[in-house]
């Protein structure tokens, strides 16, 4: 039976703990390429959180490998909070795929931001007009491991396909697929990301590029078997000579964290997003659509204890003092974090 979505913050507040005190440090938000949308939804949060002079803990944003990349760092306690898929977080904490006899434990959700359609990338000169055209081509399927190339794993299984349908597979990271298809190494590439896009942006300018709907049976199939899966349509305008919308299908894109996270730390930021609501939204093209109501819809995984007494009307009480986050250092500026090689990333202004 299923619960009507107003009771659930309250159910899940009286079955969850509520955590310690707010502490000073910094939290970390692990995010993806920074040519993604990730990166700056993260440096969307962590500004309006470092606006308050008054408040001891700052926030920095990681630049990542993504949604696997982000779950790992997350169960190692090296980043407080994440964006993960929706697809690659069913099967972590269900114990399923990459994460079998292995799930992800005590993780939650403070709230959704948008559906990331996986999209399909061409050459402006190809004959590709829908996913059937690709047997036979050179396609960018994903890097091992990645957000991208779990999603393009379910479209090929749901289609009947394996690497042997392309004449050539590439398995390069985001940041390379489009030096590939611009220069004739391949003649296709799949991304999952939101947009606007800066990746599809610069394959637009640089090769003329354009985007293919991914639609049919087998993709309506697909979207019956697994709830993380959406259809989604990509409005118009938002590049060159792309003026209809088209459809796709993908995952939603989550802030999740580990349940020992303060939850006045949570609400704080529950707050600052949603009573900022508009503000947030013109930080970042992609969240010109976003909607609250459906930010905070009922998720797969429970809300973190300060999201849900953040639903509830009911700010969290304190209790004791929590080591879980990092000791802050000495400026009260913005703090500036590492991407997972190590590399200084930008600082947030």
């Known amino acids: 039976m299923k619960l009507p979505t107003f009771l659930l913050p309250l159910l899940l507040s009286t079955l969850l703990p509520v955590q310690a005190d707010e502490q000073p440090g910094v939290i970390t938000i692990g995010t993806g390429s ?60 269900r114990g399923q795929g990459a994460y079998a006899g292995k799930p992800l434990r005590d993780m939650t959700t403070l709230f959704s931001l948008y ?6 990338v061409v050459r402006g000169d190809s004959d590709i007009q829908q996913v059937e055209d690709l047997k036979g081509k050179r396609v960018g399927i994903g890097n091992p491991g990645s957000g991208d190339r779990a999603t393009v794993d379910a479209l090929l299984a749901a289609l009947g396909w394996d690497a042997h349908t392309f004449a050539a597979v590439d398995e390069s990271k985001a940041a390379e697929r489009v030096e590939a298809l611009c220069s004739g190494k391949t003649d296709a590439f799949f991304m999952v990301a939101a947009h606007p896009n800066q ?22 199939t697909l979207l019956a078997n697994f709830p993380y899966y959406s259809k989604v349509q990509i409005p118009g305008g938002l590049y060159r000579m792309q003026d209809q919308a088209l459809t796709s299908f993908g995952t939603t894109a989550l802030l999740v964290a580990r ?20 503000a947030f939204k013109r930080l970042h093209p992609a969240f010109a659509h976003l909607r609250r109501e459906q930010m905070l819809a009922n998720a797969f995984l429970p809300f973190h204890p300060g999201s849900a007494a953040f639903l509830a009307g009911t700010p969290p009480k ?16 913005a703090v500036p974090s590492h991407n997972s090689s190590g590399a200084a990333s930008s600082q947030i202004r």
């Open 34 to 93: 920074v040519t993604g949308v990730y990166y700056p939804a993260g440096g969307a949060i962590c500004r309006l959180l470092n606006r308050d002079e008054n408040s001891a803990t700052r926030c920095a944003v990681e630049s990542t490998g993504g949604s696997r990349d982000n779950l790992s760092l997350l169960a190692k306690g090296e980043i407080e909070l994440a964006f993960v898929q929706s697809d690659l977080l069913w099967e972590a904490v």
């Open 115 to 120: 559906v990331e359609p996986l999209n399909l």
């Open 199 to 220: 990746t599809v942006t610069e394959a637009v300018t640089e090769c003329n590029a354009k985007l293919v709907p991914l639609e049919g049976d087998a993709i309506n």
């Open 259 to 278: 349940q020992q996270l303060p939850a006045t730390l949570v609400y704080r930021i529950d707050e600052e997003v949603f009573n900022q609501f508009e």
């Open 318 to 333: 304190t209790t004791r003092p929590s080591q879980a986050v990092s000791a802050a250092p000495a400026s009260s500026a």
